[in-house]
């Protein structure tokens, strides 16, 4: 087992404190890869994020977009404003009450989502130089593990060889 160098701070934390600090500077590291993506593509973080429960999750209204992200609805709305006025998501009312709106990503959303995503991928993956395929695929198992509980999305785990 390879060993790595720590910080005279970061030697003293128990595994379990060192894993949430490592999921900190991931996460630190996953934004700043993804913010230039998302300028690129004219969106804010609450419009990507909104796009994304719609594209994982399919149709759902404000409210329950807004529950996966953990946000409040009016934050939602405004992004879904914003989301349509670019034909990323579509509105669509109910027929037996149409009341309800349904929001559905459009392909061209789709295709925007699938984009931002493989260039993030890409440049993550790429920062990691020498690590395994069996390395990522044990990540990748922890971390869907971590997110299980909160009822988040968690995708199979899935690792192509580079």
Not at 12 to 32: D, I, K, M, T
Not at 56 to 71: D, H
């Amino acid at each position: 087992m390879a060993t790595s160098r720590l910080h005279p701070v970061t030697a003293a934390l128990s595994p379990e404190q060192l894993l949430l600090e490592a999921l900190v500077n991931a996460s630190r590291a996953f934004r700043h890869r993804l913010w230039p993506e998302l300028e690129r593509e004219r969106l804010t973080s609450p419009m990507f994020w909104a796009l994304n429960q719609l594209v994982l999750e399919g149709p759902m209204n404000v409210g329950r977009i807004a529950g996966a992200c953990g946000v409040t609805s009016a934050n939602v709305s405004s992004a879904v404003d914003r989301l349509e006025s670019a034909g990323l998501v579509v509105r669509r009312s109910s027929a037996p009450d149409r009341r309800v709106v349904t929001l559905t990503a459009t392909r061209q959303g789709r295709s925007v989502h699938r984009a931002i995503w493989s260039r993030v991928a890409r440049d993550m993956v790429s920062s990691l130089g020498g690590v395994s395929t069996p390395e990522l695929e044990a990540a990748a198992r922890v971390l869907a593990r971590l997110a299980q509980p909160q009822g988040a999305y968690v995708p199979t785990v899935e690792v192509r060889a580079r």
